[in-house]
């Protein structure tokens, strides 16, 4: 079955880069998903990126895939303290109506 | 534009209680989501609605059901609250599945505790 896993916490120094990493399972993963959750608020979708790219920049964000190891990477850089939230991986195939399965999500907090 | 919006915020119930999350949306979207977060867990999907009038279990339905009998409007119903149903629950809400540009919009979340 669909399985996405990612580690439960990180904690870096404001101005250095955070690096979050996830796995999944389904070869058939369409597109890769990376959301954002601050405290009290619902998910929001940060970026994504189809599986067929191996990295895709969004101004600080740079996300890298292997498909081969069905790894993906979320790279902020310049952390800074408003990036402190709740990072969820998400894989998704084109066309399903169930949507996304989440990763556990991996808590980032960012130290003066 | 409100986006999706959860009611209640928060709620407490004793074992065996009924009650009704409403989710509402104004986006027009056909897709709306239910899901469920648990510490550790992410987010696992209860049910959902691909238009006005249809729903299907997802990952986790047993304890719940649903309605749309509005396009805007998506209901998880709990009949006999459990204490393995404490929880935040989030509706989301997409136009359709055609990724990456019908993202999902999720709402600010319900906190439930069942005593």
């Known amino acids: 079955g669909e399985d996405v896993e990612q580690s439960l916490f990180l904690s870096v120094r404001e101005g250095d880069s955070s690096v979050i990493n996830c796995t999944y399972t389904?070869?058939?993963?369409?597109?890769l998903y990376w959301y954002k959750q601050e405290p009290g608020a619902g998910l929001q979708l940060l970026t994504y990126i189809f599986s067929n790219m191996d990295m895709k920049q969004d101004q600080r964000l740079t996300v890298l895939l292997n498909k081969k190891d069905k790894h993906l990477s979320l790279r902020i850089a310049d952390t800074q303290t408003g990036d402190s939230a709740i990072y969820f991986c998400a894989e998704g195939r084109s066309g399903s109506a169930r949507q996304l399965t989440f990763g556990s999500g991996t808590q980032l907090t960012v130290l003066p | 534009n409100a986006g999706v919006t959860q009611t209640p915020k928060f709620r407490v119930l004793k074992t065996g209680q009924s009650m009704t999350l409403l989710c509402a949306q104004d986006?027009?979207?056909?897709?709306m989501y239910w899901y469920r977060q648990d510490p550790g867990m992410g987010l696992r999907l209860i049910h959902y609605?691909?238009?006005?009038?249809?729903?299907a279990k997802g990952e986790v339905p047993d304890g719940y059901n649903v309605s749309r009998l509005k396009k805007q409007n998506f209901l998880l119903g709990l009949e006999s609250a459990a204490p393995s149903q404490t929880s935040v629950y989030f509706c989301a809400s997409t136009q359709g599945p055609r990724f990456p540009n019908e993202k999902l919009f999720f709402g600010s979340g319900t906190q439930l505790s069942v005593l």
């Open positions: 986006m027009n979207h056909e897709y």
């Open positions: 609605s691909v238009g006005e009038g249809t729903t």
């Open positions: 389904d070869s058939s993963s369409t597109y």
